[in-house]
C-alpha cells in the first residue's frame, strides 16, 4: 500500500458549541464538511461540555469511539449507556443523540448508499508486533477501497512507516486484502479503518 502519513500541519480545526473538531481526513479530498457532500469524513472532538446534542447527519452512518475521557450516549428513544475506550458505537445519523460527559472522542462519518466501513482498535505492547488485514473484497457495486490507521498513543513502524501519537496513516486506493504489518518498542494503540465507495 501507499501509505500518507497526516500530521497535525494537514489537518483542520474548528470550533462547534460543545467545544472543537478536528478533521483528519476526507473524501474525495477537497470536499467541504459543511456542504455535506461528502462522502466519507475521519474527525477527532474535544467535548467540552458536561451535557451536548449530536450535529443531525441525516444522509450519514456514524461510528463513534472514546479516545480519553468518559462518554455516556443516549441514541434516539435508546437507554443511556456509558462508551467504554477505543470501542465503538455506529448509529444513524439523522437519529437523534445526547452525550454526556467530557472526552475526545474519534469519528467516522459514511455516506449512506455510496460508502461502506468499518474500524477497529488496534493495540500493541512494548516490543510487540502483529499483522492486520483489513477486510475481505466488498461487494462489485463499492470497488473503491480506503484504509487509514490513526495512531491513539505511543508510536509504531506500519509498513515500515514511523508514526507516533496523534498522527494519521491513509491509503486511498488500497488492497482490502493486503496484510498491514504493526510493530512498536515501546507499545501503542490504534483505531483503524477500511472503507469501501462507489
Same mark, same amino acid.
Given at each position: ?7 497535525? !500541519? ?18 474525495? !479530498? ?7 457532500d ?11 461540555? !458536561? ?28 437507554e ?44 500493541? !505492547?512494548?516490543?510487540?508486533?502483529? @499483522? ?13 477501497? @480506503? ?47 477500511v472503507?469501501? @465507495?462507489?
Amino acid at each position: 500500500m501507499e501509505w500518507k502519513l497526516l500530521t497535525q !500541519e494537514d489537518y483542520v480545526t474548528t470550533l462547534w458549541s460543545g467545544g472543537t473538531t478536528t478533521q483528519l481526513a476526507i473524501a474525495p !479530498e477537497g470536499a467541504v464538511y459543511a456542504d455535506r457532500d461528502f462522502l466519507w469524513r475521519f474527525s477527532s472532538a474535544r467535548v467540552e461540555l !458536561e451535557h451536548s446534542d449530536f450535529t443531525p447527519l441525516p444522509d450519514y452512518v456514524r461510528l463513534i469511539s472514546v479516545l480519553h475521557g468518559d462518554l455516556d450516549m443516549k441514541v434516539g428513544e435508546g437507554e443511556r449507556f456509558g462508551l467504554e475506550p477505543l470501542t465503538l458505537c455506529s448509529f444513524d445519523g439523522g437519529v437523534p443523540v445526547e452525550s454526556w460527559g467530557q472526552c475526545t472522542d474519534y469519528n467516522l462519518m459514511l455516506r449512506k448508499g455510496r460508502a461502506q466501513g468499518n474500524a477497529q482498535s488496534l493495540a500493541l !505492547e512494548a516490543g510487540s508486533a502483529l @499483522t492486520w488485514t483489513p477486510a475481505v473484497p466488498a461487494p462489485m457495486e463499492y470497488p473503491g477501497c @480506503t484504509v487509514a490507521l490513526y495512531c491513539v498513543s505511543g508510536a509504531a513502524e506500519v509498513d515500515g512507516v514511523a508514526v507516533q501519537e496523534g498522527q494519521f496513516l491513509l491509503c486511498r486506493q488500497a488492497d482490502p486484502t493486503r496484510k498491514v504489518k504493526l510493530s512498536s518498542r515501546t507499545g501503542a494503540s490504534f483505531m483503524a479503518a477500511v472503507i469501501f @465507495t462507489r
